[in-house]
Each structure stands twice: as structure tokens, then as C-alpha cells.
């Protein structure tokens, strides 16, 4: 067999380039090679000799991976290439080489890659007699369509352009649940004005919330049809963007025939259509006039276009409609899909569905084994912990799985209780959700769950394997995985709602913190401490309750606790508080407000101790000045001038020792004033204020092992480990046989302004007085005693 050699270097090629890619290439020191390509990222002039390939390649990866430097925790999804995929990017690369061929083997190429694709794909989906528009835009095929349609209702409008639309114009109708933005954007391409856009809304009585309205369209058509509107193109679902409901397509089909109107049919449920055990209502969409598909996120395949299966007899419109194009290369966009139907094969695209679709159907039976979970047939009935708000009527197929955790409404609560909950309750409940569902993805990141918004239900946790699974390689595992973690995290859910209301109410029962009413906070709520100093301007009251609380969070931060103190969210309205997080059965709800109010009441008071030792220092300082200046003029009249003298002063206290009377100071920071130093000669020991007791940051005391902020007793509590239990127990036995403990000499609020000698603990302001050698030691001796009648012996020194 004659190869190609083009084709086999271009092969290699791709191999060697998904290797660099995927494993970051065979450089031996790749943190040398990644600072050196990113400093060459930096936009400048080109190399004159140009690059090699593989540096090339490195660069690309570099860049790639260049934001993942930073030692941060990432939880993104990272897809996963197989060789299929390999089969997609090889596919972009022959459409390059192929269009330099001569034109004739081009057409005769492109022809036979084109109408295989389009009959495969026809036969998999069970769309006979259709013809397939390739685009990389998924809502390309639908305006495309939308041409089409208009040039077969307006004869004229080759010719006359967008004035025979002042005739009758036109109206597209769409479903309330279709993907925003797609009615706007149509008009927008189609130089339609808004008015040609009819929004139906869904069912409001009977049958699925999620389902249009089809006796409403009715009657919107009949009453456009009455005013001279032409009804153009009606655009169903069958598999809704939001919880994956399909529209009743069989009666919108009939009544499409009934009024002239094209049905174009749009959703992640047409993939089951390559099942044979399909729901009835999703066979109905074999007899819509076109439908898209995107077979890029279902099978696993990057970079693949998506397609418009249509019906049309008439090519020349679809030319002008730009279904089919005369240029060969528009063509080509069909070969990545080519290589890759064939390398999966039928049996193996079938395979991939089916799995998406079992993988639901798991979660779905998992779900329905929980008392808290309940289906879309029970949800009518009443609210359940969560609400599976899953497959409708006879949908048993549907990939998409949409749960959500509700309101628990007859449990018993060991703290508070969720009935007659304050106003706001929908958004506490959507931001429990959030958070819910970030948990669930970082535990479980193969699962692919994400966020959906419900305009009935509300914010829910959305499962779609069709759409993840082939990327991401989710297993049945992974489900079950899924299912676990959601069941450890109900209960924390269901705490944190209970213990909400309780957590307010001890919040408003102390003065000096107020309760922040923030319903996007996914946790226990935010409290704010307010300092008590009502004469401070509103500029410093801020800047005071900033700080305050700033200082709190540290504090909240380093205690010895399960929950977690942030700022808020990043973007969150309100700024200068303590966000406290999710809460567990056991949390004493009234201890960690009374801690907190403690903890503030600390800060605010050391605050204004310092702030007021300032004045207090400077005033001492300045008295302290004063009276040493008085001293030693006292001093100095008592000596005498000839005592000043250097030679004749020390000859004169040779013969006549001069005994001073002027007594030493000290500064008491507490009391701001001077003493005398004598109750310090004569009690031997320096005295001073007693130390006021710390605040209690506890309202009881905790037990062996025992978390801050647990309840004792309680269910939920963590049992003692051993290591634990030691040191606690140590502590415990001091607590209950206070062991003996030396008492400092010098107390934090008193200092002296004078120097100290080693000897004693205190030393007079005034200057030394002269004395002889003997008389020296002899009040050194008396100053201290031997250690057999020394007091401090009696106290443990």
C-alpha cells in the first residue's frame, strides 16, 4: 500500500506535539525551560533564523499552564484527549493539506467526506432524507435556517430584499426555557425587528412548569395570523438548557402543519435518538423540519463542528440561505467529524450515549433511595430536604439530573427550628445551594456537576454526563462518589438553616454587636461588633469598627474551633464584619456569640488603654521632669556648694558622709502618678495594683478534648483521641489542684523612671548618695537578709 509521506509526517507530527502538550515535553530542568519561555511570551520583534517546531510547542504549553504557578488549589476541569480526540485535531490539520490539492481531486475528495458524514449521522439519528449544514456556532444552523425559511415564504425577497417583509411580517416563536439571548440574536443577523420575536411562555396549571404552552401558542398564532403577521418558524426543545425538559413535539408538530410553520428542534435529549429504547417524545423529533446537534461535548471530540440536520427539496434556496456553499474549502469543516465517526465507529458512539445516559439513571435511582430526596412526580406534593426536579412524564431517558436542598419542615431541631422562617428565605436557600454545589465539584471534580438557575425552583445542582462525561471520564464510581459526599453534606445544610435563626437571636441580645442581614452568605450568618464610645465622629467610628473588627477576625481565626471566620465574599455588599461559615449539630450557638462579644469587648478596651497611656505617659514624663529638677535643687542646698566641687567634694565626704533626705519616685503607668519609693525599702519587694482578670472568651468549661463552640453531650461531637486526651488531662488536673507559682516582682503597670541596681528590685530618683565603703555594705547586708528568715522564702522563692 502506497503511503503518503506528507500524511505520515503529519501524523508523527501530532503525536509529538500532544506529547509535549499533555506532558509538558522531555526538558530536564522544565522550571528553567518555563521561565524561559515565559519571558519570551512577552510580545516583541521576530527572531530573524526563526524557531524549531518543539520550541514552538513549548512556548504553547508554557502558556498554557503558565497561570498555574501560583500555589493555589484548582479544581478546573481539565479534558480529557483520547485518541479520538487525536482523530478531531488530525482532522484540522489534513483540511489544511487537502486544500492545496488540484481542484478536481479536492471536489471528488470533499464530495465523498461530506455526503458520508451526512448519511451517517442521518442513520444514527434516524433522521431520513435530510441534507447537514456543518458550523462551529451552534446557533449558526438555526439563522441559517431562518434564511431558508424566509426565502421559501417570500417569493420575492431575492429580489426585493427586506421590503416584502412590510407585506406580513414575520414572527419566529421560541419557548420561555430556550437559551437566552437566542430570539435577540436572531433578529439581530436577520435585520428583524423585536416585535418579530413571541416568547411562550411554559404551562402554568397543568402538565411541567419547564414544557411550553402549547393551548397559549395556539392562541398567539391565531391572534398574529388575525392582524396580518405571518407565523414563520417555531423553536422547540428537547432537552431544555436549564433542567433538560423536552417539549411535547408531537403536538407543536401538528399544529407547525396546521399554520405553514418550519419546527426546528434544539437539546441535549436528541442524543438518545441513537438509543432504540427512546421516549416517545423524543422520537418525535425525526419529524421536525431541522434540527441541531452537537456532537463535540457528547462523544468527547475537541474541536469538531456541530450540525443542522434539515429538509429541504429545493438547492438553490438552500444555497441562498447558506446551507451549501459552492466554495470547496467551506466544505472541509466536515472532516474532523469524518476521521472521528469512523475511528469510534457506530457501536462506539452508541456506547458513549448509553453510558451518559446510565450514569444519570444511577444518580437518579440514588437519589431515590434517600428519605430526603424526592423525584419530579412527588414534587407537586410537598418539599422535601432535596428536590430531584428530574425527568417529566415518560423523559426516563433524559441525561439531566437537576437536585436542590430545600427547607426541612417536620424534623425535630435541637436548636431552633425552620418553620415560619423570616423573608429572604428563597435567596438563603439559592446561596446554601451554590455552596453545595462547589463543595460537590471540588469533592467529586469528575462528576461535572454545575450551578443552574431555575426561574420556579431557584438556584439547583445540575448532573449532565452527556455533556461532561466523555470529557471528563466520569464512572459509575464517580456517581456513587457523588451520592456519598451529598449525603455527608445534608446535615450540615440542614444545621446551618436550623441554627440561623438562633444565631440572630443571640446576635441581638448584646448591645455591642449587630446582626448583618446578608441572604447570599452560605452559612450562619454576620455579625458586626460596635464600640461603645458614642461620642466619636463618623469618620473615626468607622475607622474604629474597621479595626475592631479586623483585629476580631485574627483572633476568631487562631481559636481552637471547626468553624471558619472570613471577610464575606469578595464582591459582598457588606464590608467590616465576620462572616461565620457552615455550622454542625453540635455547635452551642450561644457560646460563640458570647465569645465573640467578648473577644470585641478586649480589643475595644486594650484600644482605649493604650490610646489613653499616651497622655497618661507624657503627663508622667513631664511631673517625673519636674520633680527630679526639684530634687536635686534640694539636693544641692543641702550639700552645700563646696560638696560640688570634684577634688574638694570627694576629700569633704571622706571625713563627713552627707546622709541625703531626698526619696526616690516611681511612675505607676496604671494609676498615672508618682510614688515614693520608701513602702518599696521597707516592704522589701516592689507592690503595685492588681492585674484585672482576663476576660472569658467561654461560658463553660470545655472537657477533655473538647472543641471550642461544642455543646457537651452532644450527638454530633468528636470523639477524644489519645494524643488529645493527655494534654487536656494535664490541664484538667491543674485546674483542679492549683500547683504554686512564683509572683512577679515588677507588675506590667508599674515601671520605674529610674535606673535599677542588680541588687535590689527598686533604686531612689535621686542622685547616689556619697557613704563610705562600710556603711555601704552594711545597708547592702541589711537590704538582704540571709535566705533562712527571707520572706520570699515563704512564698516559693
Not at 245 to 264: A, N
Not at 406 to 414: G, L, M
Not at 658 to 681: C, H, I, M, W
Not at 727 to 748: I, L, M, W, Y
Amino acid at each position: 500500500m502506497m503511503v503518503d509521506p506528507t500524511l505520515a509526517e503529519m501524523g508523527k507530527n501530532l503525536n509529538e506535539a500532544m506529547k509535549i502538550l499533555e506532558d509538558g515535553g522531555k526538558a530536564s530542568d522544565p522550571d528553567a525551560d518555563r521561565r524561559q519561555f515565559s519571558r519570551s511570551s512577552i510580545p516583541g520583534p521576530l527572531q530573524g533564523d526563526g524557531q524549531d517546531v518543539a520550541s514552538i510547542l513549548q512556548l504553547v504549553q508554557n502558556l498554557m499552564h503558565e497561570d498555574e504557578e501560583e500555589d493555589k488549589p484548582s479544581h478546573r476541569r481539565m479534558q480529557n484527549v483520547g485518541e479520538q480526540g487525536h482523530m478531531a485535531l488530525l482532522g484540522h490539520s489534513l483540511a489544511a493539506y487537502i486544500s492545496v490539492l488540484d481542484r478536481e481531486r479536492l471536489r471528488k475528495l470533499i464530495t465523498r467526506i461530506a455526503s458520508d458524514t451526512t448519511l451517517w449521522l442521518c442513520r444514527l439519528f434516524r433522521y431520513e432524507s435530510g441534507s447537514a449544514y456543518y458550523h462551529e456556532d451552534d446557533r449558526e444552523g438555526l439563522l441559517k435556517v431562518c434564511r431558508l425559511v424566509i426565502n421559501t415564504r417570500y417569493e420575492d425577497y431575492s429580489t426585493e430584499g427586506y421590503t416584502v417583509l412590510n407585506s406580513r411580517q414575520p414572527v419566529i416563536y421560541q419557548s420561555a426555557t430556550c437559551r437566552p439571548g437566542l430570539g435577540q440574536h436572531l433578529c439581530s443577523q436577520l435585520a428583524l425587528p423585536l416585535s418579530s420575536l413571541c416568547t411562550v411562555p411554559c404551562n402554568t396549571m397543568f402538565g411541567s412548569q419547564h414544557q411550553m404552552d402549547i393551548a397559549l401558542l395556539d392562541k398567539l398564532i391565531r391572534e398574529d395570523v388575525e392582524t396580518g403577521k405571518l407565523p414563520l418558524l417555531l423553536i422547540a426543545n428537547a432537552g431544555t438548557p436549564g433542567a433538560g425538559h423536552t417539549d411535547k413535539l408531537g403536538r407543536l408538530k401538528e399544529l407547525c402543519e396546521q399554520y405553514g410553520m418550519w419546527l426546528h428542534i434544539e437539546g441535549v435529549n436528541l442524543a438518545t435518538l441513537a438509543l432504540w429504547d427512546v421516549s416517545s417524545p423524543v422520537t418525535a423529533a425525526t419529524r421536525s423540519d431541522s434540527m441541531t446537534l452537537t456532537l463535540g461535548p457528547w462523544l468527547g471530540l475537541p474541536a469538531v463542528p456541530a450540525v443542522t440536520l434539515y429538509r429541504h427539496e429545493d438547492p438553490a434556496l438552500s444555497l441562498a440561505a447558506g446551507l451549501t456553499s459552492s466554495q470547496p474549502v467551506e466544505k472541509l469543516r466536515a472532516l474532523p467529524l469524518w476521521l472521528s465517526l469512523q475511528y469510534l465507529g457506530h457501536d462506539g458512539i452508541v456506547e458513549k450515549i448509553r453510558h451518559a445516559v446510565e450514569l444519570s439513571q444511577q444518580l437518579l435511582e440514588k437519589l431515590k433511595t434517600l428519605a430526603s430526596i424526592k423525584t419530579s412526580d412527588e414534587l407537586d406534593s410537598e418539599i422535601s430536604f432535596v428536590d430531584a426536579l428530574t425527568m417529566v412524564e415518560d423523559e426516563l431517558n433524559s441525561p439531566v439530573v437537576v437536585f436542590r436542598f430545600s427547607q426541612e419542615t417536620s424534623a425535630e431541631s435541637s436548636g431552633g427550628s425552620v418553620e415560619g422562617y423570616f423573608a429572604g428565605e428563597r435567596e438563603v436557600l439559592d446561596s446554601l445551594n451554590r455552596w453545595l454545589c462547589e463543595q460537590l465539584a471540588q469533592l467529586v471534580p469528575a462528576s461535572g456537576v454545575d450551578i443552574v438557575e431555575l426561574e420556579d425552583e431557584g438556584t439547583c445542582v445540575r448532573f449532565t454526563p452527556l455533556m461532561t462525561a466523555a470529557a471528563l471520564g466520569t464512572q459509575r464510581c464517580d456517581v456513587d462518589l457523588l451520592v456519598e459526599r451529598l449525603t455527608e453534606l445534608i446535615p450540615v445544610l440542614n444545621c446551618t438553616l436550623r441554627l440561623r435563626l438562633d444565631f440572630r437571636e443571640e446576635v441581638y441580645r448584646h448591645s455591642a454587636l449587630s446582626y448583618i442581614e446578608d441572604l447570599s452568605w452560605p452559612g450562619l450568618g454576620a455579625v458586626r461588633y460596635e464600640p461603645r464610645v458614642e461620642e466619636l465622629t463618623d469618620s473615626k467610628r468607622k475607622l474604629e469598627v474597621e479595626k475592631i473588627n479586623s483585629e476580631l477576625l485574627v483572633k476568631l481565626g487562631d481559636l481552637d474551633a471547626d468553624l471558619i471566620f472570613s471577610t464575606g465574599l469578595e464582591f459582598g455588599p457588606e464590608k467590616d464584619c465576620i462572616f461565620i461559615g457552615m455550622a454542625t449539630e453540635d455547635l452551642d450557638v450561644a457560646e460563640l456569640v458570647d465569645t465573640i462579644a467578648a473577644l470585641g469587648r478586649d480589643i475595644e478596651e486594650n484600644g482605649r488603654l493604650l490610646e489613653n497611656m499616651t497622655e497618661v505617659v507624657r503627663k508622667g514624663i513631664q511631673e517625673a521632669e519636674l520633680q527630679l529638677q526639684k530634687d536635686n535643687q534640694d539636693k544641692l542646698m543641702e550639700e552645700g556648694v563646696l560638696r560640688q566641687i570634684p577634688l574638694v567634694g570627694s576629700v569633704l565626704n571622706w571625713f563627713s558622709p552627707f546622709q541625703s533626705t531626698v526619696k526616690g519616685r516611681t511612675f505607676n503607668l496604671a494609676a498615672g502618678s508618682l510614688d515614693s519609693t520608701e513602702p518599696t525599702y521597707s516592704m522589701k519587694a516592689q507592690t503595685g495594683g492588681l492585674a484585672s482578670p482576663e476576660t472569658p472568651t467561654s461560658s463553660a468549661k470545655r472537657l477533655p478534648g473538647q472543641r471550642l463552640f461544642r455543646r457537651e453531650g452532644a450527638g454530633g461531637s468528636d470523639s477524644h483521641s489519645e494524643t488529645s486526651s493527655v494534654g487536656q488531662a494535664e490541664d484538667f488536673s491543674r485546674e483542679r489542684f492549683p500547683q504554686p507559682t512564683t509572683p512577679s516582682p515588677v507588675p506590667d503597670e508599674a515601671v520605674s523612671v529610674v535606673p535599677e541596681s542588680p541588687e535590689i528590685p527598686q533604686v531612689p530618683a535621686e542622685p547616689e548618695p556619697t557613704q563610705e565603703k562600710g556603711e555601704v555594705g552594711t545597708q547592702e547586708k541589711e537590704r538582704q537578709p540571709d535566705g533562712q528568715d527571707a520572706p520570699v522564702e515563704e512564698t516559693g522563692r
